[in-house]
């Protein structure tokens, strides 16, 4: 019953550093997504991957890289992490194909000092 | 997200029934999506309506689609303690896969 995994659940950084959020489904789903989610903003799209070996930005991708590196998994790199990158991160999946569920992970709490 | 609007805060009682209003922009929405966020956790699917239906009911939910005004409501019913969370609104676009979410409605239920 692991659903949508991601890890680490919290991570601060220095300005300028560099990570990755990993992602991982179990649940075959073609779909996923990255969301960040901060204080009256919502959740707003970084990137996603409709089906493997494909991504597309989302309404703010900019500094940010994705990989789709298989179905399972999809990971999101901060190359040069800002201040304003501090939020909190969500990754989903769900079938392809509209009206599908979408399945959200737990979150990674990222703070940039 | 820009495309999705909702407003910030709703206070409610007990047993009142809660209102959540939603507006989106782009009329090529196909499905439209109410999902909820407890605290400390990612987001779950309440319901969803086809944009060809102008409501749908659920138990205690009733959603209410007004293609014309591309306004979205979620009511719930006899609001409950536990019904205190952010719901967030969501619309899938006709082509492609992305989901594009609201700024999320923080409700708050008061004994």
């Known amino acids: 019953n692991a659903g949508v995994t991601q890890t680490p659940k919290f991570q601060v950084l220095k300005t300028g550093q560099s990570m990755t959020l990993q992602c991982a489904q179990d649940?075959?789903?073609?779909?996923m997504y990255w969301y960040r989610q901060d204080p009256g903003m919502g959740l707003r799209l970084i990137y996603y991957?409709?089906?493997?070996?494909?991504?597309d930005k989302g309404e703010v991708p900019n500094g940010y890289n994705v990989s789709r590196l298989n179905k399972r998994e999809f990971s999101l790199r901060l190359e040069s992490a800002a201040p304003s990158q501090t939020s909190v991160y969500f990754c989903?999946?769900?079938?392809?194909?509209?009206?599908?569920?979408?399945?959200f992970g737990q979150g990674t709490r990222l703070t940039v000092v | 997200g820009e495309d999705v609007e909702q407003s910030l805060f709703l206070s409610v009682r007990e047993g009142d029934s809660s209102v959540i209003n939603c507006t989106y922009t782009?009329?090529?929405?196909?499905?439209l999506y109410w999902y909820k966020q407890e605290p400390g956790a990612g987001l779950q699917l309440l319901t969803y309506?086809?944009?060809?239906?102008d409501m749908k009911q659920d138990q205690r939910l009733t959603v209410l689609l007004n293609k014309k005004d591309k306004h979205l409501s979620l009511r719930i019913a006899d609001t409950q303690t536990g019904d205190s969370a952010i719901y967030f609104c969501?619309?899938?676009?006709?082509?492609?896969?992305?989901?594009?979410f609201g700024g999320g409605t923080r409700v708050l239920v008061k004994p």
């Open positions: 989903a999946s769900r079938e392809a194909g509209q009206g599908a569920e979408a399945f």
């Open positions: 649940m075959n789903h073609n779909s």
């Open positions: 991957s409709a089906s493997e070996g494909t991504t």
């Open positions: 782009d009329s090529s929405s196909t499905y």
């Open positions: 309506i086809f944009s060809n239906m």
């Open positions: 969501a619309e899938e676009k006709a082509a492609g896969n992305k989901l594009t």
